[in-house]
C-alpha cells in the first residue's frame, strides 16, 4: 500500500507541489503530482517553510530534510551529483557527469536530470550548458531563470 501524501503551495515560480511517503521527500514538482491523496503532513509543513525560506533567501541548504527520489541507480547517482552543487555556483552537464565518474555521459546525466523528481531541493536548475546558456529545466527556462538569479547568478 502506498502511503505517499502531498500538498501545494503557490511560490513567486507559481505552485509547487510536495509529496511524501513514509517520513521521506519523494517529489517536489511543479505538476499535480497525480493518483495521491492531498493532505499537509508535518514533513510537508516543514518542507514548504523551508522553500519559502529558499524564496526569501534566508535558506541555502535542505541538507535536513529526508529525501528518497525513486529513479535508476544511474538517476540516482546523478540526482546526488546535483546535492554537491553548491548554492550560487552552477556546473556543466560535462561537469556533473565527470562527478559521476563518465566524463561521455553527460546526455544520460542530462536525461536523468530531466526526471528528477525533487526540484528545487535537488538542484538541476544549477546545471547549464557548456556555452552558460541555459537549457531545459522540468519547471521551464524562465523558472530556471528566476532560480538562478535568486542563488546570484
Known sequence: MDSKLYFHFDSPVGRVYVAE???VITDVSYKPIIGVSEKETPLIARTII??????????KTF????????????QKKAWNALLKIPYGE??????????IGN???YRAVGNANSKNPIS????????????KK??????????KRFLLELEGN
Open 63 to 74: 541538507d535536513e530534510l529526508p529525501l528518497n527520489p525513486v529513479g535508476t541507480e544511474f
Open 103 to 105: 566524463a561521455k555521459a
Open 120 to 131: 528545487i531541493i535537488i538542484p538541476c536548475h544549477r546545471v547549464i550548458g557548456k556555452n
Open 134 to 143: 541555459l537549457v531545459g529545466y522540468g519547471g521551464g527556462l524562465d523558472v
Open 50 to 59: 523551508m522553500l519559502c525560506e529558499y524564496f526569501e533567501g534566508s535558506r
Open 21 to 23: 511517503s513514509d517520513g
Open 90 to 99: 552552477t556546473r556543466s552537464y560535462e561537469e556533473q557527469a565527470m562527478l
